[in-house]
């Protein structure tokens, strides 16, 4: 059982900065490709970033490409989100994802394992 918990969630203005952590736990954290997710009030989940288990490749949303970074640390079977020059249009709950089955399958949403969310809310 593999279980994923996010925090570093909160209440920024436009402009700021959040870094966002998701621990993972119950399984090899290093065979994982992890990716993150944010939904909007009122709209569909999108896929915000993903990264490979190596650390090697990472992809971004063209909405956050440039403020967003996604990274890892395999030792803490921890993955980050650095997220810089926020904007209103940011604001949504964030869902860390994993899969065993490399990038693409998080990023088309079908990821095997996912997070309860944590809350980034940016005010203009």
């Known amino acids: 059982q593999v279980q994923l918990l996010e925090s570093g969630g909160g209440l920024v203005q436009a402009g700021g900065s959040l870094r966002l952590s998701c621990a993972v736990s119950?399984?090899?954290?290093?065979?994982?490709?992890m990716g993150w997710f944010r939904q909007a009030p009122g709209k569909e989940r999108e896929f915000v970033a993903v990264?490979?288990?190596?650390?090697?490749?990472?992809h971004y949303a063209d909405s956050v490409k440039g403020r967003f970074t996604i990274s890892r640390d395999n030792a803490k079977n921890t993955v980050y989100l650095q997220m810089n020059s926020l904007k209103p249009e940011d604001t949504a709950v964030y869902y860390c994802?994993?899969?065993?089955?490399?990038?693409?399958?998080?990023?088309?949403?079908?990821?095997?394992?996912w997070g309860q969310g944590t809350q980034v809310t940016v005010s203009s």
């Open positions: 119950g399984r090899t954290f290093s065979l994982y490709a």
């Open positions: 990264i490979s288990w190596s650390g090697g490749r990472t």
């Open positions: 994802a994993a899969d065993e089955r490399g990038t693409g399958t998080v990023v088309d949403g079908t990821a095997g394992y």
